[in-house]
């Protein structure tokens, strides 16, 4: 035994001989990917200056640790440090020279290299981790599902996990299934199942998840003493590649869906606001789905934005008007995957009664004289026809001018009281809804006016808009 210990003390001080105070050593040079490695520092000196090591072989530090040793060799005492630092390498690859500063004099390490294996897939296995999917070709849009299924030998034992889902890049995820837990024969299972559905067209891949499993070891230290710790070894699951075929032109929606209009009233006051409530219900990309406001003239129609939950997707919007009018069909034309039919479902149109509606003005036409009194103008004297026409160019102008004076005094009048009356500012501001401010003062007024708020607008805000808009 002490034959040994002197010659692990020889090639010790034989290594501090060719690489001064520090001498770097791993406990694996051959691990599986997904094994953790721990590289050793072991320095030599009284005062040392600690590196800050953040990475090891492309790959983060998991954890730190120091240990202190003392020797007396002949009455003689030296002093080591440990400098010890997990990870977990991805890849085969080279630890590169640490430079530690000792007693003022900075020295580098040995270099290592490490040999990483892919992770043995056996059905022995203590603990596997796989990804599977009902279909690998799509489109766009098109629902699947993708199940991550996580099994554990019953007689194997896990002090800690620790779980890191894969990355789905490309995909939108519409729903997380709760882990589902139950047993067999051999095994303890975990599966999760994720709805989801691809974003664009092309090769996309799932990245692979990954588990880390935590279990009981141990080791000899110099003294022969067995010491518990904690290993971790991770574990990755396969990847996924799916084909994602575009959908047909002019058609952003694949799935199968029912779309349903309902209207609060059927019949409602001038000016007051009627809200439909538009329902569409399927399997499907319904995040592309836009909004439904439709264009309806002498009518103000105000939409509300757009809310998903699960399958239904729900929109609101409000119709004011002083007449009777009429709610057109909504539809969606979509594509759908099973028949790999193009197909369009629809509502119905909507009648709406406006009680004490303003009756539209009727237009008079004055019938043209008939032929015998043209004639008999025709028999006056030519000078009254040439005093007539005069005669009537003056007063036409006078008249044009009178009106004209009037209807910028009656604008003026109209443009001070749409400040005051917030339905006659909206309608106002309608037309120039794409301008950022204007847009934020229709929602101030409608929040005003049909959610009985009472928020103080921007006058100077509302002043710079109505300069700009010659409103």
Known sequence: MNT?????????????????????KVDAKRVELGDVVTLSLIVSGEDVTRPNVQRVCDSDVISTSTQTNMQIINGSVSKSFTLNYTFMPQKSCKIEPVEIEIDGKVERSNPLEIEVAL???TKDADFTLTLSSDKKELFVGEPFELTLTF??????????????????KGFWVKSEMQPQRYQDAKDSITKIVYTMAPQRAGELKTTKAQIQIASRSGGANGFSTWIPTIKWKSYFSNELTFDVKPLPSGITIAGDFTISATADKEEVDANEPLNVTIDVIGDGNLEDI?????SIEGVAVFDEKISIEKDVLTQRIAFVSERDFVIPSFSIKYFDPKTKETKIASTKEISIKVKNAKPQEVLNIKKHETQSEVSEDLKAPQIGIFASLTLFLSGLALGVLIMFFMKKKNFKREDKRSIKDPKTLLMKLLPFRDDEEVKAMIETLEKNIYSNQNIELDKKILRKIKERYKI
């Open 4 to 24: 040994i210990l002197k010659l692990l003390f020889l090639l010790l001080i034989s290594s501090f001989a060719l690489y001064g105070g520090v001498v770097a």
């Open 119 to 121: 992770q043995s897939m």
């Open 290 to 294: 836009k909004s439904f406001k439709p």
């Open 151 to 168: 099994k554990q030998k019953r007689d194997s034992e896990a002090v800690d996990i620790k779980f890191s889902p894969p990355e789905f």
